[in-house]
């Protein structure tokens, strides 16, 4: 197993991405603290991994609250004593053209993506370069790397973590820890599927027509990006021995995007 005794913890983790990858970390051998903004949820799943004979705890987190990612982060130690492994990965989506865009909703998008990110990886940091090094992820996606029509908020944020990435790889190296930016396709969960309608309603079209020629249309095989990619990504990343792939961002997306 290529985690076993790391201390994990990941936001955003009581459904979608975050859930398999907490689940594959335990796999491999992690402790795995499931954070999420619903406790409920967390709950759930930190259940469903113990049940599979992993290890696992869960912690109510909203990443947009200092207090509360402090309060997480201390949970976390106190109960394990250590911290190896952190990966921001809440978010939140908001469909609308610029010209129509609330501000709160601008707002909103940023606060949760990439001032969540932010909050996490100074609370990691801190235990990280405590213990003489871990490693911090970010969950961008394609979006780190180009732009798509009415996502303006979402867009902004994924660039702006792909720069908290490079940082933390630039900081974070003289104490031990490496940091990575991973960058999937379209992927077929809960934040996807609210998009489907939504983008159809926005441009007139069907919702078939979303999926083919909006959200696979660059992809080398008409496929969209699994759960199982990413995670394993995930894996890797948080296992790799040395700082050689630091501050660099892994896209998964089927081709989409090539860089």
Known sequence: MRLTDKVALITGAGQGIGRAI????AKEGARVAVADLDLGRA????LAIVAAGGSAIALEMDVTDEAAVE?????????WGRLDIALANAGIQHIAPLHKLAFADWNRVLNVHLGG???LTRAALQQMY???GGS??????VHSMEASPLKAPYVTAKHGMLGLCRSVAREGAEHGVRSNIICPGFVRTPLVDKQIPEQA???GISEEEVIRNVMLKHTVD????????VSEVAVHLAAFPSAALTGQAVVVSHGWHMQ
Do not use: C, I, P, W
């Open 71 to 79: 309060q997480g982060m201390a949970q976390l130690v106190r109960h």
């Open 136 to 141: 911090m992820l970010f969950m961008g996606s």
């Open 22 to 25: 907490a689940e594959h970390y």
């Open 130 to 132: 405590k213990n003489g």
């Open 43 to 46: 709950e759930q799943v930190a």
């Open 201 to 203: 309603k926005e441009l």
């Open 117 to 119: 990110a932010f909050l």
């Open 222 to 229: 008409g496929e969209f990006t699994t759960l199982a990619d």
